[in-house]
């Protein structure tokens, strides 16, 4: 789709690359961390729907590991079910474009990959890792609108909750003042043009660079904050994808509302008791 939420000035269009090349190492299952089930399905999969519920995309390019014919087929699968739903019924609205392509060596430049493949009339680029394959539909939705209001760069993000120490060694040097600190999620948000000639420059090369808003950064661009979500956590570890399984089967019970779509007249009270999420659960795989 376009950005065309009454809010937005004028109608533009929006691609999204999901980065899913990552090895999976952390994980622990032998296999690319996308392929991975999580609620029976793979987490790629979770991340393409989330993006095509917030319904903001006018093209999905999801950058995959060289030759995986199992995360082309999920991608594929998508593809068709996503073509075939009744998400517009109107037929106003032509269904988001969603493509695979390979990744490179490095995040940067299977983003830059990723990049490539979109079509060059859109206008807004947001980079998303399928490993944050919960992320709340909202979450889009509200970078997207900071984009579309003129920022040329835009990351959600949420307070940083832990003490942070800067170490050198087994040595405490520094504890900075968290109340400046903030943790970056994903899907991260770009003018189009400024991403683009970011990552034709020198500063797309350096080895530094971890992330598009650092990227950004380096150019000289102004990188401005929206609000992120819980739920935007990245499945890295073993435990993280309990956590994930966790939500999943809250979710499913109706118990999980994220923090940015609450119901202004809920009751708090009425909220989940914790001690109800599950601590354990099976986790599964796609066969290789």
Do not use: W
């Not at 690319?32 to 989330?50: F, N, Q, S, T």
């Not at 994903?186 to 660079?209: I, N, S």
């Not at 499945?235 to 019970?253: C, N």
């Amino acid at each position: 789709m376009s950005a065309r939420n009454p809010q937005y000035p004028t109608p533009v269009e929006v691609g999204v690359v999901i980065v899913a090349a990552g090895s999976g190492q952390r994980l622990g299952h032998g296999i690319p961390k996308a392929r991975v089930l999580c609620g029976g399905r793979p987490l790629l999969d979770h991340a393409v729907d989330a993006v095509l519920r917030s319904d903001v995309a006018t093209a999905v390019v999801v950058v995959l590991p060289e030759d995986d014919d199992v995360l082309a087929a999920v991608v594929a699968e998508a593809a068709t079910r996503y073509a075939t739903s009744t998400h517009d019924t109107a037929g106003v609205h032509a269904p988001a474009r969603i493509s695979a392509v390979t990744g490179g060596s490095t995040r940067t430049a299977s983003v830059r990959a990723g990049i490539d493949a979109l079509p060059p009339t859109i206008g807004i680029v947001l980079v998303h890792d399928a490993a944050r394959a919960l992320t709340p539909p909202a979450v889009f939705q509200r970078v997207t609108s900071a984009v579309a209001d003129g920022a040329p760069a835009v990351v959600p993000v949420l307070p940083v909750v832990d003490t942070v120490k800067v170490v050198d060694g087994d040595l405490v040097t520094a504890t900075p003042d968290r109340a400046s600190l903030r943790a970056v999620q994903t899907p991260q948000g770009f003018d189009a043009v400024a991403l683009r000639a970011a990552h034709a420059g020198d500063a797309a090369a350096h080895t530094g660079v971890t992330d598009d808003a650092m990227l950004m950064e380096a150019v000289g661009h102004a990188v401005h904050v929206v609000e992120g979500d819980p739920l935007a956590f990245k499945v890295t570890t073993p435990l993280d994808l309990v956590i994930a399984e966790a939500v999943l089967a809250q979710e499913a019970a109706g118990s999980i509302v994220s923090p940015g779509d609450r119901d202004p007249d809920r009751n708090p009270d009425q909220e989940p008791d914790p001690a109800t999420i599950p601590t354990t659960s099976r986790s599964s795989r796609v066969p290789e």
